[in-house]
């Protein structure tokens, strides 16, 4: 069985304006950030080790944000229906 390699979250009890993005493989890592705009009030908090590449980060973190609009763009599109 294949697990998802990104997953949605939120915590709207305490955290309303907050989403979070959880990447389940390894380097595994929860983004946090705004929930109006990805790059605004962002952070990670990484699971195991953090990648010693800066660029390996930035591709991690532009996948997630790849990720986030293709789950938004398909639950408007299950809404619409």
Same mark, same amino acid.
């Given at each position: %069985?294949? *697990?998802?390699?990104?997953?949605? $979250?939120?915590?709207?009890? =305490?955290?309303?304006?907050?989403?979070? &993005?959880?990447?389940?493989?390894?380097?595994?890592? &929860?983004?946090? *950030? @705004? &929930?109006?705009? *990805?790059?605004? +009030?962002?952070?990670? %908090?990484? %699971?195991?080790?953090?990648?010693?590449?800066? =660029? +390996?980060?930035?591709?991690?973190?532009?996948? $997630? +944000?790849?990720?986030?609009?293709?789950?938004?763009?398909?639950?408007?599109?299950?809404?619409? @229906?």
């Amino acid at each position: %069985m294949n *697990f998802p390699k990104f997953l949605l $979250a939120d915590n709207s009890q =305490d955290n309303p304006d907050r989403i979070y &993005i959880v990447h389940t493989q390894d380097p595994m890592f &929860i983004v946090g *950030f @705004d &929930i109006e705009d *990805f790059n605004n +009030e962002q952070n990670i %908090m990484w %699971m195991n080790s953090k990648p010693d590449s800066e =660029d +390996e980060i930035a591709d991690l973190l532009v996948s $997630a +944000e790849e990720f986030l609009i293709s789950e938004l763009d398909n639950q408007e599109d299950i809404f619409e @229906d």
